[in-house]
Nanobody
Framework: QVQLVESGGGLVQAGGSLRLSCAAS????????MGWYRQIPGAQRELVAT???????NIADSVKGRFTISSDNAKKTVYLQMNSLKAEDTAVYYC??????????????WGQGTQVTVSS
């Protein structure tokens, strides 16, 4: 069993900053990628940013230059630093991880989601 625990969401004014964290734990042999997705009601979940265990980053154009993703492989933790937040960044942010479990299976896991609300 693998768990992803997110923290750091909340309410912030436009132009402000928030930092999200997500820690993976459980029956993990290795973490291949971790990342963040977001979703607003009635819309599909969309990619925000991902990072591989080798440090390769994929980041959405809509947040490029404002958001930064980083990770601590030893802690199996991924961070999303969000600066210059806009009202349109308001969403539920989900942590996602692709891991190799101790049963040598490659599996995708999702966190429970954390609300980010940006007031204009």
């Amino acid at each position: 069993q693998v768990q992803l625990v997110e923290s750091g969401g909340g309410l912030v004014q436009a132009g402000g900053s928030l930092r999200l964290s997500c820690a993976a734990s459980g029956s993990i042999l290795s973490v291949r990628t971790m990342g963040w997705y977001r979703q607003i009601p009635g819309a599909q979940r969309e990619l925000v940013a991902t990072i591989t265990d080798g440090g390769t980053v994929n980041i959405a154009d809509s947040v490029k230059g404002r958001f930064t993703i980083s990770s601590d492989n030893a802690k199996k933790t991924v961070y999303l630093q969000m600066n210059s937040l806009k009202a349109e960044d308001t969403a539920v942010y989900y942590c996602q991880a692709n891991v190799i479990t101790r049963r040598f299976t490659s599996t995708e896991y999702w966190g429970q989601g954390t609300q980010v609300t940006v007031s204009s």
